[in-house]
């Protein structure tokens, strides 16, 4: 996912929070409460979408209790305000047994037999629905797609048989959701009866932005990288390169407009995941060896083969004209969240982006950017061209950005963690809807 916040920002972004930072230890002594926040990504200097979600989440966790924020793949740096540890091995059931209650990605709950057994509340995240990814990720063996898929959506199933509050990114994501966890069982009589709406069940927490603007450190992209000048037009695509995202379409946009903007520079800037257990994408292959084919690489077209560093993403956001997120016509689209377009807000970028979801939709309505129809390359050369000459003000960014703030985003979040509780059902005897329509 997108390229998200830095130390630097996200300490920042605490600016004009009342009080100060003895009242704030002060308040989470007292409250007595300890969160424990899980990634199954590295945390540190490079860091992928859902990383830095958890950075910022345990950020704003901070201001309220004491936080631990916890990776399985390792850890390095400090953050400002909570605890960093590993937790790999004997380390995690030390960690979950120190906490009072838990925010774990929900992968990690098939994965580790202590957040499946404890009787800490556990807060699932499921923003992302990675096994609507997986179906674009196999090739043309249709039967190992299917079982990749179909274990994904297993590993997801335990986690939603034992969560006991649920976070996704929007109200289209928690309306799929709840379908999810319906057929599992878990929208019942014994959770419907603490809370009608099931609001205590399953709350959107969306991905967030600094409430800070972006500063520049110095320049990213214009005057450093060979081939892109001080006053060339730069076009930025703002995060990984995977499957179910079509760069392809974007760089054919390019290489038709080039043609009448000859300082056209389009920029990836991430291929290489920083976690080593994602596995290299075939699209970003295709779209190396395209570039090269046409020969706009190094000329029109720029790779960062690595990962963007953590503090400083704003450098290479403030070096572009214009942000561009593409993806083809799938199930995928309609429920994802496509966090490099926060970032884009966040900096105030016009957009160019292909329709179909939530953000997108947003972005069109407040008239910050273009949207057009997927695999639409006449349509995005058109939009890059028109946002190019004529973008809208900066200033009008200001009232969406200020709706995606993580302390706006992380509200629910916190609530349910100053008052944990393990969900209604958990402990009935009950029959699965399976086991009830044959009873």
Known sequence: MAVAGSPMAIAGSLTGVPGTVTDEL??????????????????????????????????????HMEVVLASTMGVSGAHPNAELRLAEGPALAELVDGADVLF????????????????????????????????????????????????????????LLRGDFFTCASQRQRDFWLGSLSALGRVNAYNYAADNLLERLISVVPY?????????????????????????????????????????SVLRAVDRLRHRVA???????????????????????????????????????????????????????????????????HLETRYSFRSRVLDYLWA?????????????????????GVTVAAGDVAGLEQALAG?????????????????YT?????????????????APDVGVARLSPQEAATD
Not at 113 to 124: C, I, N, Y
């Open 387 to 403: 946002l190019l000459s004529a973008p809208p003000s900066r200033y009008r960014f200001a009232a969406l950005a200020q709706r």
């Open 104 to 159: 774990t990605p929900s992968a990690l709950v098939y994965m580790a037999r202590e957040l499946r057994e404890t009787e800490k509340p556990v807060v699932v995240d499921i923003y992302d629905p990675a096994h609507l990814e997986n179906l674009e990720m196999g090739g043309d063996d249709v039967e190992a797609n299917d079982r990749a898929v179909a274990r994904q959506a297993g590993i997801i199933n335990v986690a």
């Open 263 to 329: 300082d056209l520079r389009l920029v990836f800037l991430g291929l290489r995941h920083p976690n080593p257990a994602v596995p290299e994408m075939a699209v970003a292959t295709e779209l190396q060896a395209l570039s090269d084919q046409l020969g706009l690489t190094g000329k029109h077209v720029f790779f960062n083969p690595g990962w963007v560093p953590y503090e400083r993403r704003a450098d290479f956001l403030l070096d572009a004209d214009v942000a561009v997120s593409a993806h083809h016509d």
């Open 26 to 63: 002060t308040a989470r002594q007292r409250n007595g409460r300890r969160a424990l926040v899980l990634s199954t990504d590295p945390i540190g200097p490079e860091m992928p979408g859902p990383a830095i979600r958890a950075w910022n989440l345990a950020q704003v966790l901070g201001e």
């Open 208 to 248: 967030g932005l600094p409430s800070q603007p972006p500063r520049r450190q110095a320049h990213g992209l214009r005057g450093t990288v060979p081939g892109i000048g001080p006053f060339d037009k730069v076009v930025l695509w703002g995060g990984g390169v995977y499957n179910w995202l079509d760069p392809v």
């Open 348 to 368: 105030g970028l016009p957009m160019v982006l292909t329709a179909g979801d939530v953000l997108a939709d947003e972005v069109a309505a407040a008239g910050l």
């Open 406 to 422: 993580w302390q706006q985003a992380a509200e629910p979040l916190v609530e349910f963690c100053l008052d944990p509780r393990r």
